[in-house]
């Protein structure tokens, strides 16, 4: 089997041919960053991560780009509300992104940039579709003319109407039609600003992408992708403003569009307000465990978001170590997929089923007896999870891990979040102090003490298991 991604733009599954042998360029719209990122925006962080590892375990060189939209309308409220600069809005919001999302095993992309270090490029662009007469300024705004372009419409399926009613259009006195949408608009001295032929003022959403997916991977590239709620405006935006740039050459050859997470059937949105944050969830859930969940749906369905599935997912977890346990002592044989997984994924990512043969090999893993099966699926188990992005601890860690999964750096750079979190934990150091004390109670043959320990231990969810070698412990 080679690659098959559904194409949003001819709305069926197609083979993947890049454009260049043995090279893969793909970008994916990155956060806008004002505020936490929720679990929502994590889904096609997860999944393009996963799209990422097969694409570099299928041998090619992959340029992943994700950008930071770092001016925007949304960031400039948020600032003003939260009386921060702007830049210290972007800057805290851009590292806590990193490290939720690192959490959940998300690899960092190839190329990040930024926004703001790209507009220059923007006011050329701009400039090009002005002379090439698709654009045209009123008021100080540049906007897209859409009726200069008879494809305008093609990537969404819309028709006139549709896009008019849809989403994030705005209707506006000095639009030639309602359906144009903003290249450039003009900033009041507080706002962000940068001189243009315009005046100074600050570019609309879309031609950030345009502009800075050109800078990275060129005019036309292999993969563009994002959630689903990008193909408009965005993405047909997108396409409009690249397509008449650069005189009809193609733009994004495979977009590929994740399903929404959801709860309750309503999409996790910001305006909703019913959204958890990833850094809330990470308190509650090793971020390995909130991958998983992520990744128990294929990624164009919907995807409801419960605690049941996320204790499920940790579960699913245990039962995964616990199998990799069993092999400690074992030397694992080549590191690599199992057929199976790479098969599935291959199959337009089709992640559930790449959990199911997951499973199997650690049933395998348990039934094994003889030692060369016992590496060979060891290989597999630790290949296969390498592909996913799970497994990525030892056994013993994972146990002993604490409900926490954030680096000591990152914790301190959430200040006001991180003293509950903390104390709620007991330590490594501490549990082993009492483990010794329990050990010596038995000495003594105080058992009543010896069982204090342990239960006061359970309560805080630490389980003590006895055992030859002496006791060990695991986090419940
Ligand atoms: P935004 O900051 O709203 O532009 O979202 C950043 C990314 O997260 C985009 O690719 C969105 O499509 C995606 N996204 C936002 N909400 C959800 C959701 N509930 N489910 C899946 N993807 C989402
Ligand atoms: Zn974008």
Redesign the pocket.
């Known amino acids: 089997m080679t690659l098959h991604l559904y194409n949003t733009a001819h709305r069926r599954k197609e083979e993947f041919v890049p454009l260049k042998e043995g090279e893969v360029g793909m970008y994916?719209?990155?956060?806008?960053v004002y505020d936490f990122?929720?679990?929502?925006?994590?889904?096609?962080?997860v999944i393009f991560d996963v799209l990422a590892r097969l694409l570099r375990h299928e041998g090619y060189k992959l340029t992943y780009v994700r950008n930071i939209?770092d001016v925007e309308d949304?960031i400039i409220a948020a600032a003003e509300q939260n009386g921060e600069s702007i830049d210290e809005l972007t800057t805290r919001t851009t590292k806590a992104y990193h490290d939720d999302m690192a959490a959940l095993n998300a690899e960092k992309p190839t190329k990040e940039p930024r926004a703001t270090e790209h507009i220059d490029g923007m006011i050329r662009m701009i400039s090009k579709l002005i002379e090439k007469g698709h654009a045209y300024e009123a008021e100080g705004h540049v906007l897209f003319d859409v009726n200069s372009m008879p494809d305008y419409g093609k990537l969404s399926g819309r028709n006139r109407d549709d896009m008019i009613a849809g989403a994030r259009v705005e209707v506006a006195p000095y639009k030639k039609d309602p359906a144009d949408f903003v290249l450039w608009k003009p900033s009041t001295d507080d706002m962000p600003g940068w001189d243009s032929p315009w005046g100074r003022g600050r570019p609309g959403w879309h031609i950030e992408c345009s502009v800075m997916s050109e800078a990275t991977l060129g005019i036309t590239f292999d993969i563009h992708?994002?959630?689903?709620?990008?193909i408009f405006p965005?993405h047909e935006n997108e396409v409009a403003q690249s397509c008449c740039a650069h005189d009809g050459a193609p733009f994004a050859r495979y977009w590929v569009?994740?399903?929404?997470?959801?709860v309750e059937g309503d999409?996790?949105?910001?305006s909703l307000g019913n959204?958890r944050t990833v850094l809330e969830l990470l308190e509650e859930a090793p971020g390995e465990a909130l991958r998983l969940n992520m990744l128990s749906a294929q990624y164009r369905q919907?995807?409801d978001w419960t605690a049941e599935g996320v204790k499920r997912a940790k579960a699913s977890l245990d039962r995964l170590y616990t199998a990799l346990q069993h092999l400690e002592d074992i030397e694992a044989g080549p590191i690599k997929p199992a057929a199976g997984v790479i098969a599935a994924l291959e199959d337009d990512l089709n992640t559930p089923q790449a959990l199911t043969e997951l499973y199997a090999l650690a049933g395998e893993a348990n039934k094994a007896t003889d030692g060369a099966e016992k590496a060979r699926i060891k290989g597999l188990l630790l290949g296969s999870g390498n592909l996913l992005g799970l497994l990525q601890q030892s056994p013993k860690e994972w146990f002993q891990s604490i409900t926490v999964h954030l680096k000591a750096d990152s914790i301190e750079a959430r200040s006001e979040l991180s003293s509950p979190v903390l104390t709620s934990v007991i330590s490594k150091e501490n549990i082993e102090t009492l483990i010794a004390e329990r050990d010596e109670a038995k000495k003594q043959k105080n058992y009543k003490r010896a069982d204090e320990i342990r239960d006061n231990l359970k309560a805080a969810g630490i389980i003590l298991e006895d055992g030859p070698g002496g006791t060990t412990w695991k986090r419940a």
Do not use: Q
Not at 225 to 230: E, H, I, K, S, T
Not at 267 to 270: I, L
């Open positions: 994916v719209c990155g956060p806008t990122a929720h679990i929502g925006n994590a889904r096609p962080v939209t949304k992708g994002g959630g689903r709620d990008l965005h569009h994740n399903g929404f997470l959801t999409k996790m949105s910001k959204f919907p995807l």
